[in-house]
């Protein structure tokens, strides 16, 4: 099968929990809802209020995870702060059979097993300008326990290391300003030629 052009090979979005990563994938497919599709993963964590099953997860029992891994029907699966995500071969099928770029938001585990498979995305790391700004995202969105904020900012720390790994990631976007943040991110999902920025200390 010939490669894919840049504007449909999948685009992996990565980075650390509360960075903004489905603030910026909202405004995308707002702006182009035609272009882009969705990979909806397979969780079972809790829903928070205002989400969908089907939407931005299918919200399974962890009995019904662990079947359908058993059963072969994930690309990667990864345990994150105390529950399971994965990515199904049949949801990145979908999109790409209706002609869609397909995008995936997930953490570093499963960006590691995606890169032993033969998907060939794109990967894009979305950076906090500085931890404190992370924590106080976190915060502010209100969905997380205080424990769990806790737990999503130790796991924080080694998506960062990961990413300052080299060729880890095609490109860096810093989410410091939402807007300038988002315009980067845009020509990167419409298959744009961008050097990105350049990743952050993150040792404060
Ligand atoms: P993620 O999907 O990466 O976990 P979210 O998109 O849920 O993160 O964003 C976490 C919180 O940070 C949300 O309350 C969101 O409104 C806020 N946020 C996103 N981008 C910015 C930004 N550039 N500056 C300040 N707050 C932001
Ligand atoms: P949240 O609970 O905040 O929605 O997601 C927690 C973390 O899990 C985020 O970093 C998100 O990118 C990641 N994630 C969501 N779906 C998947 C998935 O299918 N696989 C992997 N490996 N990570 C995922």
Known sequence: MAPL??????????????VGKSTLLQRLFA?????????????????RPGEEDGKQ??????????????EGA??????????????????VREVQ???????????AQGVRQIKATNLNPIYCFISPP?????????????????????KRLATAL???EYAKEPGVHNLVIVNDDLNRAYQLFKQVALGEEVSGDKLPPLDD
Do not use: M
């Open 5 to 18: 052009p840049d504007f449909l090979r999948p685009l992996v979005l990565s980075g650390p929990s509360g």
């Open 57 to 70: 997860y299918f919200f399974v029992t962890r009995e019904k995870f662990l079947e359908l891994r058993k």
């Open 74 to 91: 994930f690309i990667e699966t990864a345990e994150f702060s105390g529950n399971f995500y994965g990515t199904s071969f049949q949801t």
């Open 97 to 107: 059979d209706k002609g869609r770029r397909c995008i995936l938001d997930i953490e």
């Open 130 to 150: 500085n931890l404190a700004a992370l924590r106080d995202r976190l915060q502010a969105r209100g969905t997380e326990t205080e424990a769990s904020v806790t």
């Open 158 to 160: 080694k998506e960062v």
């Open 31 to 47: 702006e182009f809802p035609d272009k882009f599709g969705f990979s909806v993963s397979h969780t079972t964590r809790a829903p």
